[in-house]
């Protein structure tokens, strides 16, 4: 077991209406703390999905654990091998190194608040998503920077036959 002691001086405080929102229907990521806010503690970000969006494609973290807190809707949350469905409340954890993914459930939108602990800066990683979707930068380019962010893709079967 390691232990962070993380490294800041005063609390951390983000206004909604002051946190950069990549995206917007059917997908937006509202940007809330980088690692670099919490002293390397996590990273933490809020995800809203549409109806039957996709959140994240299969990946894994080697050095962080992804945390899972449905805000509101239903969500399916791919774990190694299992999809759970999670509903309003409910909380997820996915160690590292475990492939993971989520998608809104079926019929269902998704409030998700997600963190990352321990922290990864990860901002910068949403908004190349967001110059992927805008034809910015193409899907390959995640290649370049999956060490940079731990953020490494796979396949899944569980995830690609789930519906």
């Given at each position: 077991m390691s232990l962070l002691i993380p490294k800041f001086d005063s609390s951390v405080v983000v206004r909604a209406a002051e946190a950069e929102t990549i995206g917007d229907?059917?997908?937006?990521?509202?940007?809330?703390?980088?690692?670099?806010?919490?002293?390397?503690?996590?990273s933490t970000v809020r995800v809203t999905l549409a109806e039957g969006a996709d959140g994240a494609h299969p990946h894994l973290h080697q050095r962080s654990a992804e945390m899972f807190f449905l805000l509101d809707g239903a969500a399916e949350i791919l774990s190694g091998d299992d999809?759970?469905?999670?509903?309003?409340?409910?909380?997820?954890?996915v160690?590292?190194?475990r492939p993971h993914a989520f998608a809104a459930g079926p019929g269902t939108g998704a409030d998700i608040l997600v963190v990352i602990t321990p922290?990864?800066?990860?901002?910068?990683?949403?908004?190349?998503?967001?110059r992927i979707r805008l034809g910015e930068a193409g899907p390959e380019s995640l290649l370049e920077v999956q060490d940079l962010y731990d953020n490494h893709f796979l396949h899944s079967e569980a995830w690609a036959g789930r519906r």
């Open positions: 229907d059917p997908v937006a990521v509202r940007l809330l703390a980088d690692s670099s806010a919490s002293g390397g503690a996590l999809v759970v469905t999670a509903e309003r409340g409910d909380l997820v954890i160690p590292p190194g922290g990864v800066e990860r901002f910068e990683y949403f908004r190349h998503l967001q």
